[in-house]
């Protein structure tokens, strides 16, 4: 296989794998696919959307970390958080994913 070039500062790198840190957990990933489908969101809203029975104050938990970490952005309005993407670029990850021979590995690489 050629070996291919990193075209990545090592600061860019790092920022990857914060990003990635980040993102990399199933309810995050579950908020990413809720806001792909309809922007902006409540709590309650990304609530109802996510497989999960994840209680609403955990949700809000990831919810922070994903803004403090710029991947989401939110305005109040009324008694109501609307959560919305900062770059919808970061939905490319799904994409990028489903294209990787590992995703389509049905092997357990635990065992």
């Known amino acids: 296989m050629p070996k291919t070039k990193n ?3 090592s600061e860019q790198v790092i920022r990857v794998a914060e ?5 990399g957990h199933t309810v995050r990933l579950q908020i990413l696919e809720a806001l792909q489908e309809k922007e902006p969101l409540t709590v309650s809203e990304i ?3 996510i497989e999960s029975d ?4 955990l949700l809000s938990h990831h919810l922070i970390k994903l803004k403090d970490r710029g991947i989401l ?8 958080v609307l959560y919305r993407l900062e770059d919808r670029n970061i939905l490319k990850i799904f994409e990028c994913m489903q294209s990787c021979s590992l995703f389509n590995n049905n092997k357990d690489s635990r065992a």
């Open 7 to 9: 075209h990545l500062s």
């Open 19 to 23: 990003i990635l840190k980040t993102i």
């Open 47 to 49: 609530q109802e959307r």
């Open 54 to 57: 994840t209680e609403q104050s």
């Open 73 to 80: 952005k939110c305005e109040k309005q009324g008694m109501n």
